[in-house]
DNA sequence: CCTACCGATCGGTAGG
DNA sequence: CCTACCGATCGGTAGG
């Protein structure tokens, strides 16, 4: 056990915050989870809300990331929308406890950081529902969708996902965001020209 | 404010664990909110813990009764599987504190009311499978399908809808559900043999 | 259901 | 990064 800085002191909270919650974790137990008294943690941080507003800012960018990307992207609307999917799920996969954090804790951010990451994530939203409605305009989804509606219910089931996959499982994330693109176009229902991913 | 009985204790427990999480809620808001002191709070309930497992249990015993409707339910496994669309998001809908204490908080349950509450969830998650493993053997949904998979998924987008979904909105619950299901047995792509619902 | 109180733990600081 | 410590709050109890 080496000399810690604040990467790793952020790096711990987000694994116990995902486990824990934030209010069920205390600088104590994060303290020892790195060898480390309590008190020690503040020559890293200035208080356990930073450690919050770490965790959720650094997930929040790699989200924006994603949508960036996609914004710029050219393709299909049934291509730009793969891309979140997989792109989404490979954030989730990547630093899971991270991720959990983020979804679940981010509610007890204190302001004005908490509606900064709630703006973050609306705009994140928003690669969704424009990529709904340019599908819908080309012909590639059905056009009496509610956009809105939609992009809810897609990252609902996306985000969902974070409670049971696990990417040591038998599944891999990729084959899991086949499962999922091929849902949300296709459906459950059986069709002849399948494998659309 | 009249004398408070111990389900009025549970339904106050029920908002603030939604609100506030477990952790983030101490006896004294909880009490503040009923008018008492903390104090007074014991004699309706031995401990905090009882709270959590009381909110936990009446959740868990609406959707069983929803699992065991559906599984002496006749019809086709697209019937069925709107049934059971439609009173899980009912069930969310009706009591949304006390849906999302269970699906937020269960695990801060102590043992062994979280490994009972895990292992009805699962038995819940089997008419899921149930419900689609049949509708792959009647043609009504791909033969291909990963059925455990797909429970999931169904399961996951349901959940997801409680962090957005306003009661008190434009779109009613029974719209919601009629999308879901026809997001889930039609998908997103433009289909002419639409409205199976 | 309240007053009065318990030991334990909380986030955080001072000083080295 | 530690020792020593702060006031506040935690879940809970005794006794009425």
Same mark, same amino acid.
């Given at each position: 056990m080496s000399r810690k800085n604040r990467t790793d002191v952020v790096a711990a909270a987000s694994v116990m915050f995902a486990e824990q919650g934030f209010h069920g974790t205390s600088m104590r137990?994060?303290?020892?989870?790195?060898?480390?008294?309590?008190?020690?943690l503040y020559s890293h941080v200035v208080s356990k809300d930073e450690l919050l507003v770490d965790?959720?800012?650094?997930?929040?960018?790699?989200?924006?990331?994603?949508?960036?990307?996609?914004?710029?992207?050219?393709?299909?609307?049934?291509q730009r929308l793969s891309r979140l999917v997989h792109g989404h799920l490979q954030?989730?996969?990547?630093?899971?406890?991270?991720? &959990?954090?983020?979804?679940?804790?981010?509610?007890?951010?204190? =302001?004005?950081?908490? @509606?900064?990451? #709630?703006?973050?994530?609306?705009?994140?939203?928003?690669?969704? &529902?424009?990529v709904l409605s340019s599908?819908?305009?080309?012909? =590639?989804?059905?056009? @009496?969708?509610? #956009?809105?509606?939609?992009?809810?219910?897609?990252?609902?089931?996306?985000?969902?996902?974070?409670?049971?996959?696990?990417?040591?499982?038998?599944l891999s994330v990729e084959s899991l965001a086949s499962e999922v693109h091929r849902l949300l176009t296709l459906g459950l229902n059986p069709d002849p020209e399948a494998n659309a991913a």
């Open positions: 137990d994060l303290a020892k989870k790195l060898g480390l008294m309590g008190s020690s965790v959720v800012r650094e997930a929040s960018s790699r989200f924006q990331t994603l949508a960036d990307e996609v914004a710029t992207m050219p393709g299909t609307a049934i954030i989730l996969v990547k630093d899971p406890h991270q991720a &959990r954090t983020f979804l679940n804790e981010t509610r007890f951010l204190p =302001e004005p950081e908490r @509606d900064t990451a #709630v703006a973050m994530f609306d705009r994140y939203q928003r690669a969704y &529902r424009d599908g819908c305009n080309s012909g =590639e989804f059905r056009s @009496d969708l509610d #956009v809105h509606l939609a992009a809810n219910l897609v990252l609902s089931l996306l985000n969902g996902t974070q409670r049971w996959f696990n990417a040591d499982g038998a």
